[in-house]
Structures are given as C-alpha cells and as structure tokens.
C-alpha cells in the first residue's frame, strides 16, 4: 500500500511539472506568436489603405485632333477623354476636371497654332495635371491623298521623305510648346494608324510609311522630359485581325491600287459595313466605341506605368 502511494505521489508530482512546464512554454511562446502575426495584420492594413487612397482632384487636358475630340464616339461624350476620366474616378481619384481641346481636321501645325492664339487652352495647360495628345494623323492623310495613285513609285518615296522631315519638326515644336506651357505634367502622345489595312493589307507601303511615321514622334517623345508614347499602332490598324493570321483576309481583299480610281475608292469606302471592327461604320477612318475602349485602355496602362508622375498625394 505504501509503495502505491509513493506512486500515486510521484505521478502527480510528474503531472503538476509537466502543466507547470507547459503552462511556461505556452505563455512564452504566445508572445512571439503575436509578434509574427503582428507584421501580417499591419501590412493588410496598409495594403488596404493605400487601395482606399484616392486624389481629391486630377485636372486632365485633352489636345489635338479629331481623335481627341471624339469623332466616331456613337454617344458624343468626347471618346477617350470621357473614357479615362471615367477609369480615373473609378481607380484613382474622387474628382476629375477635364477639359477636351480636340478640333477635327487639324494637323500638328494647326494645333501648335491653337494652343499659341488661344488664351482659354494656355490657361488650363498651365493647371494640368495629365496632358493626352493626339496628333500626326492628319498630316499623314494628307501626303497619302495627295499621293495615293504613286504610293509605291519612287516619287512617292520622296514625297514621304519631305513630308517626314516637316512632320519631325512640326511635332518637336508642339510638344516643346506644350512642355513650356507646363513644366511638370506628364504628356502621353497616341501613336497613328492605318485605317486602310483591312481594306488593303498587300499594301506594305501603307504599313511601312505610318510606323515610320510613329518612330518620328516616338525619337520626339524621348527628347522630353515625363513625356511617354501611347502605342496603337497595330491594333488600330489590324483591327480583329491583330495577333491572328492574315491569310484569308489578303485573299479578300483589294490588293492593287492600280484598280482603285478615285470612284472605285468612294464606292468602297461608302460600304455600311465597316471591315474593321475597332474602326467606324460612318466614315471607315475613326474608331468607334470599341476603338476609343482600346484606346483608353492602352493610355491607362502607360499612364500607370509612370504613375509617380501624375498620382500626388500631396494635392
């Protein structure tokens, strides 16, 4: 009986250590359990607020031509102007003042032209806090009117040539201008497109004069400071083509500009169908609501690349 006891003693002894033991081990680790956790908690707390963050207000100009303007646009909201502002207030800020300076037809002298006489578009650069651009398009519509029947012949060639050196310092001296008007904001510049692929994807001149078009104004971009090229180059052009096979649609297609006389050329363009699905039914040139979408889409991107330029808290 006794040795029971001495038993029974000893095990309880061992149990009352081993809750002691555990008890300690317990409390000594909890600490540095919530210390652990701790960093996690805090980081998912910053985490969130930063996404809650937004600017009180972003002043966003838009400059050029018919592109900014919104031509094509089926609701008249002023295309990708009224579609980034809308992206922005979702996204990145409580208020958006914008302000759509596109006029349709203007070359990039004429909207040089625009911002130096008229005091309104100086006024509210000066306040910008985005500057969008558009420009160039017209300029190269213009040498392909003039030039369309030659476009693969040698005077062609030089035609472009001449028309390529104006356009670099056409568009070196309305960026310089709008760069002087506001030191700081950034300035994103949309690249130009073919809107003729569909119709002539053979064509390669075509292709090949508007990206040497696009490397003019993007060697122009670089030479600025916080001013970033927007490229829509290919999807614009190929429309839903783009990133797929071209096979069938050369062998649909009008591929001979020697058959396309100035009333071959209005009957196809006056087609209700357009063959390109971002470009629009009315005129085959502008995009359409799916256009200005692409559009919006690739200037929110680039602009979020460069976000430190234009998101301030400070304002």
């Known amino acids: 009986?006794?040795?029971?006891?001495e038993i029974s003693k000893f095990l309880i002894t061992l149990l009352a250590l081993s809750c002691i033991f555990f008890g300690i081990f317990y409390f000594l680790a909890r600490p540095h359990q919530d210390q652990s956790s701790q960093p996690e908690q805090t980081a998912h707390t910053e985490?969130?607020?930063?996404?809650?963050?937004?600017?009180?207000?972003?002043?966003?100009i838009g400059l050029g031509d018919s592109l900014t303007y919104g031509v094509g646009d089926t609701q008249e909201r002023g295309g990708y102007v009224y579609l980034l502002k809308q992206k922005l207030l979702k996204n990145d800020t409580k208020s958006v003042t914008d302000f759509n300076f596109g006029k349709?037809?203007?070359?990039?002298?004429?909207i040089k032209q625009r911002l130096d006489s008229q005091a309104e578009i100086k006024q509210q650069l000066k306040k910008a806090d985005v500057i969008t651009v558009t420009a160039g398009g017209n300029d190269l519509m213009h040498v392909l009117q003039n030039n369309f029947q030659t476009i693969s012949s040698n005077h062609f060639n030089d035609s472009m040539q001449r028309a390529k050196d104006s356009y670099r310092l056409n568009m070196t001296a309305l960026l310089k201008d709008i760069r002087a008007t506001n030191s700081k904001a950034p300035i994103f510049l949309f690249s130009v497109y073919d809107p003729f692929y569909v119709y002539f994807p053979g064509i390669t001149a075509l292709q090949k004069y508007t990206s040497q078009w696009n490397k003019v104004a993007a060697e122009q971009v670089k030479?600025?400071?916080s001013t970033y090229f927007v490229d829509v180059e290919r999807q614009l052009s190929e429309g839903q083509y783009y990133g797929k096979s071209k096979v069938n649609l050369k062998k649909s297609t009008n591929a001979d500009l020697s058959q396309a006389d100035d009333k071959n050329l209005e009957k196809l363009?006056?087609?209700?169908?357009?063959?390109?699905?971002?470009?629009?039914?009315e005129d085959h040139f502008h995009p359409n609501d799916d256009g200005y979408q692409l559009m919006t889409k690739k200037l929110y991107e680039t602009m979020l690349k460069h976000k430190e330029t234009w998101f301030k808290e400070t304002q």
């Open 47 to 60: 985490t969130k607020k930063h996404k809650e963050t937004k600017l009180t207000d972003l002043t966003v």
């Open 223 to 225: 030479q600025l400071d």
């Open 269 to 281: 363009l006056s087609d209700p169908k357009e063959k390109n699905d971002y470009l629009s039914a």
């Open 104 to 110: 349709t037809g203007d070359t990039t002298t004429q």
């Open 1 to 5: 009986m006794k040795k029971i006891t």
